[in-house]
């Protein structure tokens, strides 16, 4: 990612065919801290996100400057010695592109719906995410995936439609920019599995070539859009404002830290063990998201809907988890998701 939001967990629904990728063998301390960081720091950058779009709305912008300074970051550590990253090969990049576009058209329209959508049905929507997958499966002619799957995905679809029902701050542009999303987000998935576009990379040349190749492509956007330059002349402008200037600092940090634990995590773990550390990521912060950041107004049906949607959450992820105990001992993991 490039710098996401919320990164969704890893999702498969159906019988798993990609090689798990490692950067080496990976020891349980290693796996343990991957995990952990990655879960604090997505659900930290979801706050984070949400505090600097609440002063500055150029939500592109701000992820054109996330990618740049992933890249500089990378480029110059690189240069230096501080990372072993190997340099720019253009069959690499030709390789990388198409998921670099559909990831990052993920990131930008997540973004997007933070401006109109409160965190807690943020989160809910961007569960619908198996199931997305799930209906492109049977369009691509994928086998059935188990009933528990398929009834846990469902579960949390029908949590989002309850909650929405209830939802005082409805916003429809902001519901149509998160449901973009899962669509872009379905489509990656999709093209990572069938292309195997990422193997043999580390995190931090993932890493690289997703910031390195989303730039241009997010430079025409907010050109097109009309973002640029309104947006850099606000961002000078607001650069008067110190506790502005620290929660942009703090974002574009977090945001190479996000990158790096993710690619980690879905290296040196199982694409499980991403699917359970997402959704229970996901319950934090859905839980603090109804108090922080000018907290949410509560309504039964609203909160009933979230509490459906997480309980199919969890029990996608313990459906995920009988799966992969029940198959024979062999080194395959699920498809690997970002969240943002």
């Known amino acids: ?14 019988p798993c065919s990609m090689e798990n990728r490692s950067e080496a063998e990976a020891s349980p301390y290693k796996s343990l801290v991957a995990a952990v960081s990655y879960g604090i720091a997505s659900m ?29 970051l990378i480029h110059f550590g690189r240069r230096t010695g501080y990372t072993r990253a190997r340099g720019v090969d253009m069959q690499t990049a030709k390789r990388l592109l198409p998921v670099s576009l559909f990831y990052n058209a993920n990131v930008a329209f997540a973004l997007a719906s933070l401006r109109g959508v409160n965190i807690p049905m943020y989160i809910a929507i961007k569960r619908l995410t198996p199931l997305a997958v799930l209906i492109a499966g049977i369009f691509s002619g994928k086998g059935k995936p188990t009933t528990q799957v398929t009834l846990s995905v469902l579960l949390i679809a029908a949590g989002v439609i309850i909650a929405a029902l209830g939802d005082f701050s409805f916003d429809l542009w902001g519901y149509g920019m998160a449901l973009t999303s899962v669509f872009f987000q379905t489509m990656y998935l999709v093209l990572v599995e069938r292309s195997g576009a990422e193997d043999g990379l580390s995190s931090v040349e993932i890493m690289f070539y997703n910031s390195f190749l989303s730039l241009p492509f997010l430079i025409f956007l ?9 947006s850099l002349a606000l961002l000078f402008a607001k650069s008067n404002s110190l506790s502005f200037l620290v929660i942009l600092v703090i974002s574009l940090i977090m945001g190479i830290v996000l990158n790096f634990t993710m690619f980690l ?69 699920d498809v690997e998701a970002r969240s943002k």
């Open 44 to 72: 930290a950058m979801v706050f984070i996100n949400k505090a600097i779009l609440m002063q500055y709305g150029h939500s592109m912008t701000l992820l054109t400057l996330q990618q740049l300074a992933t890249a500089l």
């Open 1 to 14: 990612m490039a710098i996401s939001l919320v990164v969704l967990p890893a999702v498969c629904l159906y």
């Open 265 to 333: 995590c879905t290296i040196v773990n199982s694409a499980l063990t991403t699917t359970i550390v997402g959704v229970l990521k996901g319950v934090g912060s859905t839980t603090l998201g109804f108090v922080l950041l000018g907290g949410v107004e509560v309504h039964a049906l609203n909160v009933t809907g979230l509490v459906i949607n997480t309980a199919g959450g969890l029990w996608y992820s313990y459906a995920k988890y009988q799966q992969k105990t029940s198959k024979p001992p062999k080194r395959i993991s």
């Open 222 to 230: 907010i050109i097109i859009t009309g973002e640029f330059p309104n």
